[in-house]
């Protein structure tokens, strides 16, 4: 995702001559064609995200369009009031990118993860917060960003994330994407889980299990009016997310079924637990430990597949 | 626009003194001693020292004023209404129930360029804002005026080492070192001293000056050069917490004090004292 989210900042840098691109010492190189072009556009900030934030800010109020650009785990929690104070308190259009969001810095440890950032950052008023599945998402979740009048943090993967959308890609990346139609449970999968979450709904559906499958690249504001349309048929919703169960997109599912009217549908949140893991390994073992692999997704489906038929 | 007079630049600060002191015994609100130490620096800066024109507050390429110490914000909203940006009426309902005028600052308010009162933000803002004007080719000034407390945060030093690399000679750091902090002497709490010399090492032209000077203060901000490839500045004036009022000067009490009734009359005749006394 983020060799795509070079190439879409340049390839935009080119029309819109407000964006400065801002990296917080990282993307050896990723960055070369937009800095050799626009060297009066790019800037390293250095190791110093509050710095980073605190430029953009500066860069905003002066009628430029900023574009930060920093490791997830960084761009979010050292900088936090920054994000609260400088851009969203001021309401300045300024983009933040969090890059390799969730444990796509596997081996990297607990302090390189990013599984907490959306349930922050969803507590921040007038903050879009954007979380795109694959390259597709992304290039359309970026050039969305850049029309916001307010701040927003755009949630991305790292690099080699399975494209989900080849055939049909989304026209609007505000709204949830069907990507399967079925019953008795929705699933609600954001950023790089989508095609985890696909891949599992399609084993179901091999056994004649048809699940709905929908793809949210949006989680703030967060579609309100098409859950409660849409959702009401189910009687399951299932949230997936390489996120903490707390706070991100099946905190915000569940804190507005919770309001609605019975008869409402069961949310089960799948996402990272709440321990950190100090233990080395890629990107697939830790989904495991965090039972968010293909196979433990598709027997928390079939789980809710029986539970849901059973309930009278 | 003509230069003013040393007198009327000291005429504009104790109009500002006068009217912070006001405000503090109205709305019974912290952070005196802070607006009382840098009110020849907000003096120098709206009486010349940067190009502050209210009828140019529109202007994309103006001169700009981050007021980076925002607890002290009696003393900017002072400047901002005596220099026009707003009634003068509106000082009088300062902290009141749905005022513009909060007891920290924000872009809502006529003049302000930037919502601060959590500290070391401003150095930050105000590097983003001269390097916009760099991008776009404007000739203008961006000044930020600091507290010695916001030198104990982080943030302050990160945009302190980043500015010289991008030698941004427009930017000029103003460091209001009145020697307290909330809770201490800020000296004591960190090692601040020798703050100068601090900055000359991280790549700052760094200069002392006697804070209460408003017009060699005003004369130090005129000489930053808009649009200048070079080391930023920093001046680091030499201020009195309380300054002004021989009862709260120096005395930290004052920090979260604000006056009773004989103790503004006692102030306010203290200025009046003063302001007739030949120059």
């Given at each position: 995702m983020r060799n795509a989210f070079a190439d879409e900042i340049t390839s935009l840098a080119e029309t819109d001559e407000r964006i400065v691109l801002l990296s917080g010492d990282i993307g050896n190189r990723l960055f070369n064609t937009f800095r050799d072009r626009w060297p009066q556009r790019f800037y390293n900030i250095g190791v110093a995200e509050a710095n980073l934030i605190g430029a953009a800010a500066g860069l905003a109020v002066c009628g430029l369009h900023p574009v930060t650009y920093t490791i997830a785990a960084f761009a979010v929690y050292r900088c936090f009031e920054q994000i609260r104070v400088d851009l969203a308190a001021q309401h300045l259009p300024v983009v933040v990118v969090g890059t390799g969001a969730g444990l796509a810095y596997s081996a990297n440890g607990p302090t390189h993860h990013s599984c907490e950032d959306l349930a922050i950052l969803r507590t921040l008023p007038g903050l879009t917060l954007l979380s795109p599945c694959d390259a597709v998402e992304l290039r359309l979740a970026l050039r969305y960003a850049l029309t916001v009048s307010g701040p927003v943090y755009l949630r991305i993967g790292k690099k080699g994330e399975p494209i989900v959308h080849d055939s049909q890609p989304p026209r609007d990346i505000t709204r949830p994407i069907q990507l399967r139609s079925g019953e008795r449970i929705l699933v609600l999968a954001t950023g790089v889980m989508v095609a985890a979450a696909l891949e599992a709904a399609d084993q179901l559906r091999a056994d004649g299990r048809a699940i709905e499958v929908v793809s949210l690249p949006v989680i703030k504001p967060f579609p309100s009016d098409w859950l409660h349309q849409r959702a009401g048929g189910f009687e399951t919703v299932v949230t997936v997310e390489e996120h903490g169960v707390i706070g991100g997109l099946g905190g915000a599912v569940a804190e507005l079924v919770s309001e609605w009217s019975a008869p409402r549908p069961r949310v089960l949140r799948l996402g990272t637990s709440d321990l950190y893991v100090h233990e080395a390994g890629e990107q697939a073992h830790l989904r495991q430990h965090y039972h968010l692999d293909v196979a433990s997704i598709v027997e928390r489906l079939q789980t809710a597949w029986l539970e849901a038929e059973n309930t009278p | 626009m003509t230069t003013w007079t040393a007198g009327r630049l000291r005429d504009l600060a104790a109009q500002i003194r006068r009217d912070v002191l006001e405000m503090s015994h109205r709305a019974q609100t912290a952070h005196l001693g802070s607006s009382l130490s840098c009110v020849e620096l907000i003096a120098a800066a709206y009486g010349?020292?940067?190009?502050?024109?209210p009828t140019r507050r529109q202007h994309a390429d103006r001169d700009r004023l981050i007021f980076s110490k925002g607890h002290a914000a009696t003393t900017l909203y002072a400047a901002l209404a005596r220099c026009g940006f707003f009634p003068i009426s509106w000082l009088q309902e300062y902290a009141q129930p749905g005022s513009p005028l909060s007891e920290h600052p924000h872009r809502g308010v006529p003049g302000v360029e930037a919502a601060t009162g959590s500290l070391g933000h401003g150095l930050s803002l105000g590097l983003g804002m001269a390097l916009a004007a760099r991008i776009r080719g404007w000739k203008n000034r961006v000044a930020v005026i600091l507290s010695d407390g916001e030198c104990n945060e982080g943030s302050t030093w990160e945009a302190a080492l980043f500015a010289p690399a991008q030698r941004l000679g427009s930017l000029l750091a103003v460091i209001d070192y009145n020697k307290w902090q909330a809770t201490g002497r800020s000296n004591e709490i960190t090692a601040l001293a020798p703050l100068a010399d601090k900055w000359r090492a991280f790549g700052w032209q760094a200069e002392e000056c006697d804070g209460h000077d408003v017009a060699a203060v005003r004369d130090r901000m005129l000489a930053v050069e808009p649009g200048l490839i070079g080391p930023p500045t920093v001046l680091i004036a030499h201020t009195v917490k309380g300054r002004g009022v021989s009862f709260m000067e120096?005395?930290?009490?004052w920090h979260y004090r604000s006056p009773n009734d004989e103790e503004l009359a006692a102030a306010l005749n203290e200025l009046s004292i003063l302001s007739t006394e030949p120059r």
């Open positions: - | 010349g020292g940067l190009c502050l024109d120096d005395d930290n009490n």
